[in-house]
Structures are given as structure tokens and as C-alpha cells.
């Protein structure tokens, strides 16, 4: 079965894999069970939501790169890969939170703050970083320096924590 959670990882980063098939194996009740015994247990050597995540990462980088070269199907892609993240961020939290809160606000602020990236994809992300900072465990996870960033960078977005 670890081989199965690699293979998954590696889907997950591979530009030739399709949509679907990264979604269909996080669809496996037996692997989203083996994924979150290992990241209660907080195995360090197998893998985890946040190994999961971090090849997310990796996905939406490679993506949002990409999109700039075909603007005939940006829409599209752009509602793919949130519609990818937040089915990802759903499936970890089915159970309760299980990302860490810190790593996935950085992920979403780095997306954020990057004008390449923001224009493409900016508001969808504000939508979906709303979403992570109203669970109170992610929320409680973020560091100081981080809500001083954001602020900086996200006056009128953050509005609704105050």
C-alpha cells in the first residue's frame, strides 16, 4: 500500500496525469484511511495530508505557470485547479482538520502575493484562504509574523476575522 500513497504523491506533482485520475485515488477509502492513521500517528517517513499538500503545491505551481501560455482555456483551468485544491482541503478535513494551518496559509499567500499568479488566480484563492482561516484549529496554527504579513498585504480581506 505504500507504494500505492508514492505513486499517489507522484501522480499528484506529474504534469502528464490527468485531473481525474489524482482525484479517483483520493477517492479510496483504504488510502484516505492509511493517510490519516499516518498523519495521527504523525509519522514522519510515510505519507501524510501534508505530503499530500506539498505535491498540491507543487501541482499548482506547475499549472499556473502553464496557464499563461493558453489563454483560450484559462477559465477553465483556473476553476480546475480550485476546484483540485479544494477537493483535496475537503478530503483531509472530512475528519477534522489535518493540514497544518501555518503551511497552507503560506501556500495560499504565496499564490496571493504573486502577480503572475494573482491575476489568474488570486480571488478564488482569497475565497479558499477565507475558508481555512474560519477553523478555529488552522486559525489558532498560524504564526504572529504571518497574520502581520497578511494584513500588510490583505487589509480589506481579513475584515471578517475582526
Known amino acids: 500500500m505504500s507504494g500505492d500513497l508514492s505513486y499517489l504523491c507522484a501522480l499528484l506533482a506529474s504534469e502528464k496525469s490527468k485531473v481525474t485520475e489524482r482525484k479517483s485515488q483520493l477517492n479510496s477509502s483504504e488510502v484516505v484511511s492509511i493517510i490519516d492513521n499516518n498523519t495521527d500517528a504523525r509519522r514522519k517517513k510515510d505519507v501524510r495530508w501534508d505530503t499530500i499538500f506539498n505535491a498540491v503545491e507543487v501541482y499548482v505551481e506547475k499549472e499556473l505557470d502553464s496557464i499563461g501560455q493558453l489563454k483560450s482555456t484559462l477559465q477553465r483551468r483556473v476553476q480546475e485547479i480550485v476546484g483540485f485544491v479544494q477537493s483535496i482541503l475537503k478530503k483531509a478535513d472530512e475528519r477534522g482538520p489535518r493540514l497544518k494551518g501555518q503551511d497552507l496559509v503560506a501556500h495560499f499567500l504565496k499564490v496571493i502575493k504573486e502577480p503572475r499568479y494573482n491575476c489568474l488566480i488570486g480571488v478564488e484563492y482569497c475565497k479558499l484562504l477565507k475558508n481555512i482561516l474560519s477553523i478555529p484549529v488552522y486559525r489558532s496554527d498560524v ?20
Open 143 to 162: 504564526r504572529v509574523e504571518t497574520w502581520q504579513g497578511m494584513e500588510v498585504v490583505l487589509p480589506w480581506k481579513l475584515s471578517f476575522l475582526r
